[in-house]
């Protein structure tokens, strides 16, 4: 089993800026994959930014020049630093991990980003 805490999330202006953590505990094997999804109310949840633990990264369109994806693997850590906010943003920030062996997910609980306009 692997457990994920999220946290960073919070209120902030259209322009601002926060920077989110994801530290995974438990059963942590390499090579995984952990991301970052979220999903605002009415919306799937969708994919933001992925990183492996050799540091390929992946982002979705609508975060690409914004968003940064980083991981610190003698931590277990996980980050999104997240500038030039939008309102369209505003969602719940799920933390991933991706057990390669079996395809297994697990996921955070989430932490809530609300951009205001």
């Known amino acids: 089993q692997v457990q994920l805490a999220e946290s960073g999330g919070g209120l902030v202006q259209a322009g601002g800026s926060l920077r989110l953590s994801c530290v995974a505990s438990?059963?942590?094997?390499?090579?995984?994959?952990m991301g970052w999804y979220r999903q605002a109310p009415g919306n799937q949840r969708e994919l933001v930014a992925v990183i492996t633990s050799g540091g390929t990264t992946t982002y979705a369109d609508y975060v690409k020049g914004r968003f940064t994806i980083s991981r610190d693997n003698a931590k277990n850590t996980m980050y999104l630093q997240m500038n030039s906010l939008k309102p369209e943003d505003t969602a719940v920030y799920y933390c991933?991990?991706?057990?390669?062996?079996?395809?297994?997910?697990?996921w955070g609980q989430g932490t809530q980003v609300t951009v205001s306009s």
């Open positions: 991933n991990y991706r057990r390669y062996l079996g395809n297994v997910d697990y």
């Open positions: 438990g059963s942590i094997f390499t090579p995984n994959r």
